[in-house]
């Protein structure tokens, strides 16, 4: 319970799971209150940084699945669409059907009253039109809101990062200087 009064109160948020970087104006009061020498905070921010780069390349993963799962819906809702336009009218729909991958077959599609939706993990199920045309808008909806959370998590992401190299150079530079007026007043001395 202490911990979460203590980080709420100076100010360290996170976004689904991903810690914020707190920025550090004075490198010396923080070196002091987290009980860290420069080379322990350096080291403790570098895997700091280590871990955004990989929730990072997770959170790119899954905009590319994303991005690429978003067409073929809206695909789907194209053919669920052009199949309930054809339905009644007597027409037949010729379509060629991807087998396999680079393998098509002709087909001549007669009045559909349903279609078979692909879920994934090998089930297939069958739909009327309109079922499958409501799931598949709610799946579209979903993977839109999915994908801009992903995006702003990505943002917030690097932001973290940003402020995270900051923190770094300003600790190394503060340490750089620290050390050159260590070597100037110990050249005085003698």
Do not use: H, P, W
């Given at each position: 319970m202490a911990t979460a009064s203590s980080s709420s109160s100076s100010g360290v948020t996170e976004r689904r799971g991903i810690p914020a970087a707190a920025f550090v104006e004075d490198v010396e009061t923080y070196l002091t209150r987290s009980a860290l020498d420069v080379n322990s905070a350096l080291a403790f921010l570098q895997e700091r940084l280590q871990q955004y780069r990989l929730v990072e390349m997770k959170l790119l993963a899954q905009q590319r699945d994303l991005q690429a799962k978003i067409p073929d819906i809206e695909k789907c809702l194209d053919v669920v669409a052009t199949l309930q336009a054809k339905k009644g009218t007597g027409e037949a729909l010729l379509v060629d059907l991807e087998v396999s991958e680079g393998i098509y077959s002709r087909a001549c599609i007669d009045d559909a009253d349903s279609v078979c939706l692909w879920l994934?993990?090998?089930?297939?199920?069958?739909?009327?039109?309109?079922?499958?045309?409501?799931?598949?808008?709610?799946?579209?909806?979903?993977?839109?809101?999915?994908?801009?959370?992903?995006?702003?998590?990505?943002?917030?992401?690097?932001?973290?990062?940003?402020?995270t190299q900051v923190t770094i150079a300003r600790i190394y530079n503060w340490d750089v200087h620290q050390r050159r007026i260590r070597q100037a007043s110990a050249a005085k001395d003698p």
């Open positions: 994934g993990a090998n089930i297939m199920l069958e739909y009327s039109c309109e079922e499958a045309t409501t799931l598949l808008q709610k799946n579209l909806e979903n993977a839109r809101a999915s994908l801009e959370v992903l995006v702003a998590d990505l943002q917030f992401l690097r932001d973290q990062v940003t402020i």
